[in-house]
């Protein structure tokens, strides 16, 4: 069996498929980091140092993640993205209207 290739060893599984239950734990994680950055960026935005060449890029930093997280969240299944409800598209998500 080689390590590398799980879909060879056992054709039922494929790497990059998530299955319903760890997708809404992908999303609840990406969501806190969402949270989490969300307070670090209030706190930067509200420093004195915000204007500083520091601030400047730990503001950017910290918007890139949030977009980053936002945009994992955003290829999730529907139903991974509101745990425990009806999935709904988030303003400025993209449907697919062919499926």
Do not use: F, Y
């Not at 069996?1 to 039922?12: D, K, R």
């Not at 760890?22 to 204007?51: F, G, K, M, P």
């Not at 930093?61 to 993205?81: F, G, V």
């Amino acid at each position: 069996m080689s390590v590398g290739n799980i879909g060879a060893a056992h054709p039922g599984l494929t790497a990059p498929a998530l299955t319903s239950r760890s997708a809404q734990r992908t999303a609840a994680s990406l969501q806190e980091q969402i949270r989490a950055a969300r307070e670090q960026l209030n706190d930067w935005v509200t420093c004195v140092s915000a204007t500083t060449p520091k601030g400047q890029a730990e503001i950017r930093s910290l918007s890139a993640q949030i977009s980053a997280a936002q945009e994992q969240i955003n290829r999730l299944p529907p139903t991974a993205a509101a745990p425990g409800r009806a999935a709904a598209p988030a303003a400025g998500a993209r449907v697919d209207v062919w499926a």
